[in-house]
């Protein structure tokens, strides 16, 4: 059984950082791309950041760009997502989600687990 489990939201202040961490269990970590993805209270569910099944290939999205990096860690199982410069319009609840392969994309529809998701408040 695939299992995704988010960690490390919070509340930070505006410019501040944080890093987000997702385990992933139940198929081969090196097979499957994995993305997070996040979604504001009232608005859809919006792509931030994918990384390959091998880890060369990183997609961001336009807001993401420069302030957020992805990586991923194969003895663990682990994606992270580090968050710079956090900004209020960062508030989220982000998700993490593994996909039906190793290209990482930015289409929902790519990816067919999902973690629970974890919550990130950044004040003004």
């Known amino acids: 059984q695939v299992q995704v489990v988010e960690s490390g939201g919070g509340l930070v202040q505006a410019g501040g950082s944080l890093r987000l961490s997702c385990a992933a269990s139940g198929r081969t970590f090196s097979s499957y791309a994995m993305a997070w993805f996040r979604q504001a209270p009232g608005k859809e569910r919006e792509f931030v950041a994918a990384?390959?099944?091998?880890?060369?290939?990183?997609y961001f999205s336009d807001s993401a760009k420069g302030r957020f990096t992805i990586s991923r860690d194969y003895a663990k199982n682990t994606v992270y997502l580090q968050m710079n410069s956090l900004k209020p319009e960062d508030t989220a609840v982000y998700y993490c989600?593994?996909?039906?392969?190793?290209?990482?994309?930015?289409?929902?529809?790519?990816?067919?687990?999902w973690g629970q998701g974890t919550q990130v408040t950044v004040s003004s």
């Open positions: 989600a593994t996909a039906r392969d190793h290209i990482p994309n930015s289409d929902i529809r790519a990816y067919d687990y």
């Open positions: 990384i390959g099944g091998s880890g060369g290939t990183r």
